[in-house]
């Protein structure tokens, strides 16, 4: 579990429990109470909701007051113990759901447990409580709401889970044709998506290498542009001055000697320029399969990039003409193959 999950998870658990302890203290100070000053606490509480939605209520007289006060106390009471033993059952819930090695039933097994003991509990605390008694009512009324609060919130993160699991599945799961479509590399043997992805990493590495080796050679490229602007500025200044002397007729020949392009170079140019064609063509039908063959045009252009950056080293080396001619085709097939590796995860 990732570090950041693993505090959040932490905090949950500490504030669930806090929660929980804390609202078993709150439960204990209503139950130590004497009879006489719970009967008046919920009657204070009664009345003033009845001022709130019974218009008529401060206009009664005092006896018809407390006739309706006192008519009301007891199912206020006992909404009272269900209500509160079901928030005890929600914190109950959520101080066991993250234990994630227990099993499901288990963890609501267990918050019910719990709930049940603490209502038993609460009752025989209220033997000694002057006036209060202990009711198996009352523990069963307990008991039913926080069994009914437990349930509840138990389906409620059960649904929510679900819910999550269909959506990451729809999101990230691909279709079952592309699912059984095997990726192959440019030999034709199966691979996985770990060595997809482990060819992508060395392709991008590889290409960062030559972007680096062919900013090497256009500054040399550049260099050798200026010392040829600077031999046609020869040329055109010995042209005014001598007109066409042998000096410049000498210049001039080692002017086109040096601009000849060499036929290394020609066929390199060549084999690059077939690349760009295919890798047109595939960008092609990837785009038309839509937002998802974005990535896939990524790789088709970043392996071109590669492909160009080692024919220009192959062409610039010290080999043989024919030498030259194998490798660039050699480049410009594996290539090829990489493209077609590419087309076969939107088959």
């Not at 914190?91 to 499901?104: A, E, G, T, V």
């Not at 050699?330 to 590796?341: I, L, T, V």
Request: with cysteine; charged share 25%; hydrophobic share 45%.
């Amino acid at each position: 579990m990732p570090e950041g999950r693993n505090i959040r998870f932490k905090i949950f658990r500490i504030t669930s429990a806090v929660l929980l302890i804390g609202w078993m203290a709150l439960i204990f100070c209503f139950s130590a109470q004497t009879a006489n000053d719970s009967s008046e606490t919920s009657g204070n509480i009664i009345a003033a909701v009845l001022k709130i939605f019974y218009p008529g209520f401060e206009e009664l007289a005092a006896s018809a007051r407390e006739e309706l006060v006192s008519a009301l106390q007891f199912a206020a009471r006992k909404t009272a113990h269900f209500s509160v033993y079901a928030v005890l059952g929600v914190f109950s819930f959520l101080s066991f759901i993250s234990y994630r090695w227990l099993k499901f039933s288990l963890r609501v097994f267990i918050s019910a447990a719990v709930c049940l003991l603490y209502a038993v509990s609460d009752e025989v605390h209220q033997l000694f409580v002057p006036g209060r008694s202990c009711e198996l009512r009352d523990v069963l009324i307990d008991f039913s709401g926080a069994l009914l609060a437990v349930i509840i919130t138990a389906l409620f993160t059960r649904y929510i889970k679900g819910i999550y699991r269909i959506t990451k599945t729809v999101r990230r799961k691909p279709p079952l044709k592309e699912q059984s479509q095997a990726y192959k590399n440019k030999d034709g043997c199966s691979m996985n998506k770990k060595q997809l992805l482990e060819q992508n990493t060395q392709l991008f590495e590889r290409l960062a290498q030559s972007q680096e080796q062919i900013a090497e050679l256009k500054k040399e490229l550049a260099g050798r542009d200026g010392e040829l602007l600077a031999q046609k500025n020869e040329i055109e200044r010995l042209n005014a001055r001598l007109n066409a002397t042998e000096p410049l007729k000498a210049l001039e020949a080692k002017v086109t000697r040096q601009a000849a392009v060499p036929p290394e170079i020609e066929y390199g140019a060549s084999a690059i320029g077939k690349i760009v064609v295919e890798a047109a063509k595939y960008c092609g039908r990837l785009a038309a399969r839509g937002e998802q063959a974005k990535e896939l045009i990524n790789l088709v252009l970043g392996r071109t990039e590669v492909a160009k950056a080692e024919i220009l080293k192959i062409v610039s080396s010290t080999d043989g003409l024919e030498e030259k001619k194998k490798k660039a085709d050699a480049c410009a097939y594996d290539a090829f193959d990489y493209f077609e590796s590419i087309m076969a995860q939107c088959r």
